[in-house]
């Protein structure tokens, strides 16, 4: 095991952030585990291969890779998330670092996966470049990002805090819609990877209710920037507000959201 323990660049404004609410992160982490299962899947990551997963968060992704004889390599901007990965997957090598200046050599993994997390660097293309270049030649490289907004019933949490944002600077080019067909591969083609097939998959978040909802959605690290900017209670009040279309007869919800996939080759 081992760290770099600098950070710059997106990496040192979004570590402090993601890692604030860490335990309560890792525990909406758990739930993804058909995402991490799609993208291990479709990279067909075999036994005593080696794997980077970039923005790795608390590690579920290098947990399900090592139960399959992988050797799993981790990066995170996070501290505490780094602490809760090398805690969850004892003796893998994770570390704190910056997508956009990976702390690893070229041509060192057989695989580099990245699940909600490269849309976070400054420079998506910079970060992409990087995948590239510490795969093996040819290595999958497997890319997952939010899907169409009409089908993620998470975007009414996007939409309640984002009265508590600042506004964009005047100017400012909207985020690039990454599940719409071809953006993504253009991203991806820019830094150098070669796209081979993109393709969604959905599956529903549960939260058994208000208090358990509240605490998943608070933790990413966007939302803790409005609570930081308006408090609490007044997050935590649009957000369970904003979720009443999606309760259950029970008092609890579901949350059923697409998620977009690009498996490429450095
Ligand atoms: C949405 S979370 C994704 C975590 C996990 N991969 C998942 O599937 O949920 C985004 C992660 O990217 C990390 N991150 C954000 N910017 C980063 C950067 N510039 N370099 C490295 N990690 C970064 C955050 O700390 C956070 O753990």
Redesign the pocket.
Known sequence: MSSAAT?S???S???P???ARARD?AA??EQ?AP??EEGLRRAGLERGQSVL??????G??LALAAARGARVHG????ED?VALARERVPGADVRV????ALPFGDDSFDVVT????FF???DMAA?LGEAARVSKPGAPVVL?VWGDPERCDLEAMKRAVAPFMPASPPGAPAPPELWRPGVLEEVAAAAGLRPERAFDLTWAFEFADDDHLARALLA??GIVRAVDLAGEDAVRAAIVEAMAPYRTPGGGYLLRNEWHYLLARA
């Open positions: 950070t660049g997106s990496a404004r979004w570590g952030l993601w890692g992160w909406v982490e993804q995402t991490y997963d970039v923005g790795c968060g608390t579920v992704f990066v995170d901007a996070s998330l670092g910056e997508m956009e990245g699940f909600n997390s976070f660097a400054d970060a997952q990413p690290g």
